[in-house]
């Protein structure tokens, strides 16, 4: 479970997130949605202990993530937006690397490592350096350490980013079957059509604050529009799409 | 000034913001997540503003005496363009030939002209701001004493020599990458990485060694062709013309050196014309294809958990990363100059007694001190510091992170380095007994500086980013620190080695002081590692 009370964090004068309420429970995938700058990769940083709230509290699977950051570790999955990995290690390298720092023992993390590197087609690359990937092979790698060690709780961060439309099923099939076992998973991400297929509920955030959430439907109804993709633009403030481009197209040829 | 670029294909416009840019992005400091670090930018300054003046200051101090000008210049001057040579081989390389810029500029309407232009202003731009850091001193003090002339030849001299020293170095970058082609300009690099190191240090000690003798003959210096060899000597002949004793030889080594400068300067114009910035992009697309070489058969010693981690990262980053390797492997020819330049002192070979190993060998002792500070440095600053977030999302121990990060240098390096450095001294001394006393002393002393430079800077293995401008500085700065401990180390092993009861004295006070920094830094390094942040 995931849980935050008045979660904020300020860097200088910025107020990054403000007040944030948030509950993921067990077997949930919640749908986590704001536009750029909104505060959720602050959210999802202080959820996984990489910084400090300003103020308010935070608890993944009942853990406090300031007083206890190493317990929480022990019990999260995340999949950064950006993630850089060691490039002088092989895949299967790295793997062996975070099973060591997650302190699985060797015959478990041997077969959790060819498992991964078999469902995500990695096998015969498994010996090749990380520098040598593509953008779908890292991806693939931060995808497989961050289930290596069965974690309760899943933090993603535009986890389908770089995959091919095979391995983007495979992981998304496997989120649900996830949740089905009972884990938590949040799921940040800027594609609506996937998160209103495969999110139980969505939360949607605008400069640091929760303005909505609910099912698809729930806000769809609740912002009296027709699809998710307006409630989302009705909620986060964007003008007129038609109006504001044709605007900046004139600007563009006054120019 | 427009015109003026435009006569030689540069745009000035775009010159200008590339220069200015570049210069904000090195105040700044390294981006983290809160965009940057407040400061970190200014605090390096700071540092190295204290630095270079205090060095500056040391050589005011050490010229004090000298009554030959000419000499005393030529010594400034030396000192000077050897900094700036440092400064350039180890920090500035990136800035010439990096093509990491090039990914961002290089769809960008910037030509080769203006964006190779604008590289080379930011490092003239440094050089100009070290020499000004460390000569201020020594030229105010000869202004005063000698007058408003000397004191602007002197400063013409130094500031002549670094500005000749910055382009010679950029201008054997270039001709690196043309003549090598972008595919082997890497590994090209890496190994004048490490020849410079030597030269770093072996510099060090020659210079020393110069001041050493010039303190010797009284300062005096006989004037001869030799001068026409030695390019500071160039330079400083300003400051012999402007004291009325120069002759038509101090005449030609003045024009000399602005022949040379020029000569620098138009075959840089000349190179700005072969598509620097196009060769540039063909080392990022050559890219990295070399096969795989396993670290993990390294890191078999270490059974797992947080020690099997970094072991297993160490080793591949050792295997892989031509960076961190050189910068493991530089201590090796230091070593080997340091023992061929203690033999050649002509005191020690077959002749060691217990009281006279660490008097003779100081260099060698400075060393194996250097070791576990030169070694801790490169396993924390790295270009893969981005890549550090799996550690900090860990549930690892940082406590034991850092204890396991020391242990597996500790194993891997220091240890066979003590070892190996053993056989030599064996082999040189004749005398295994006293031989391995020493090493055990100095290892013990070498792990304790290890322990010390824990506690001081806690950080995580490959966790922060390399700063430029201040590898060349620690470098000096340590130097200079282990120099000072070489030295009382000369003075006193003696009256230890002299008696077994002071040997074994010695060893348990280091073994227990080992122990109870150990215990320290299980409780004080787990509090402090605990606060440290993700810097990607």
Known sequence: MIRTEALAKSYGDVQALADLDLVVSPGEILGFLGPNGAGKSTTVKILTGLIRPTSGRAWVAGFDVVDTPVEVKKRIGYVPETPALYESLTAEEYLEFVACLHHLDAGTAATRRAELLDL?????????????????????????????????????????????ANTALIVKELLKKMAGQGKTILFSSHILEVVERMCTRIVIIQNGRQVAAGTSAEIVHLTQTRSLEEAFSKLTGVRDVGQVTAEFLASLDRA | ??????????????????????????????????????????????????????????????????????????????????????????????????????????????????????RL??????????????????????????????????LAGVYAGSAATALS????????????????????????????STLVYGGYFLITRVFTSAARSVW???????????????????????????SRRELALALLSIVVLIALGVALLGRLSMNYAEELGAMMTAGDRKPARHGGRGAWLFRGGESRAVALLVWSQFRNDTKFQMGVLAILPMTLLYLIMGLRQGETAGSATIRDI????????????????????????????????????????????????????????????????????????????????????????????????????????????ID????????????MLAGVAATVLALVTPSIYGRTSAVLLTCGVLTASTIVLDRWMRLRVGREAAGLEFLG
């Not at chain 2, 850091?133 to 000397?150: D, M, N, Q, R, S």
């Not at chain 2, 430029?468 to 130097?479: C, D, W």
Request: one cysteine or more.
């Open chain 1, 120 to 164: 995500f087609s990695l096998t015969e690359e498994a010996g090749g350096r990380l520098a040598t990937f593509s953008k779908g092979m890292r991806q693939k790698v931060v995808l497989s350490a961050a289930l290596i060690h069965n974690p309760e709780v899943l933090i993603l961060d535009e986890p389908l980013d770089g995959l091919d």
């Open chain 2, 1 to 118: 000034m427009n015109a003026l670029f435009e006569r030689i294909g540069i745009d000035y416009e775009q010159w200008k913001v590339l220069t200015r840019t570049a210069l904000k992005i090195d105040f700044r400091g390294a981006p983290s997540l809160q965009g940057r670090r407040p400061g970190s930018g200014r605090r390096s300054m700071f540092f190295q503003v204290v630095l270079y003046s205090a060095m500056g200051l040391f050589i005011a101090i050490l010229l004090a005496p000298v009554r030959d000008l000419y000499l005393a210049a030529i010594i400034l001057v030396s000192y000077s363009m050897f900094m700036i040579g440092t400064a350039a081989l180890l920090d500035y390389n990136a800035t010439i030939v990096s093509p990491d810029d090039y990914a961002i500029l290089g769809y960008r309407p910037v030509s080769s002209h203006t964006y190779f232009a604008a």
């Open chain 2, 121 to 154: 202003a930011n490092v003239l731009i440094y050089t100009t701001a070290m020499t000004t850091l460390f000569a201020w001193v020594p030229i105010a003090v000869t202004t005063v004493k000698h007058g408003v002339g000397i004191g602007l030849a002197t």
């Open chain 2, 169 to 196: 170095m950029v201008a054997m970058y270039v001709w690196i990458l043309r003549a090598l082609g972008p595919r082997r300009i890497k590994l090209a690099l890496t190994y004048l990485q490490l020849a410079s």
């Open chain 2, 220 to 246: 005096e210096m006989h004037r001869g062709t030799w001068l026409v060899a030695c390019p500071p000597a160039w330079f400083a002949s300003y400051v012999d013309l402007a004291s009325g004793s120069g």
């Open chain 2, 358 to 465: 660490g008097r003779s060998m100081p260099l060698v002792s400075l060393a194996m001190l250097l070791f576990p500070s030169m070694l801790k440095s490169s396993l924390v600053r790295s270009d893969a510091f981005r890549a550090s977030w799996i550690v900090f999302v860990s549930p690892s121990d940082r406590a034991r992170l850092l204890r396991s990060a020391q242990n597996v240098l500790v194993i891997t390096f220091l240890v066979p380095y003590i070892l190996v450095t053993g056989v030599a001294m064996v082999w040189f001394y004749h005398e295994v007994r006293t031989v391995v006393l020493h090493l055990i002393v100095i290892g013990l002393l070498s792990h304790l500086l290890l322990q010390v430079s824990t506690l001081i800077e806690p950080e995580l293995p490959f966790s922060k980013p």
């Open chain 2, 468 to 479: 430029k401008g201040l590898s060349s500085a620690r470098i000096f700065a340590l130097t």
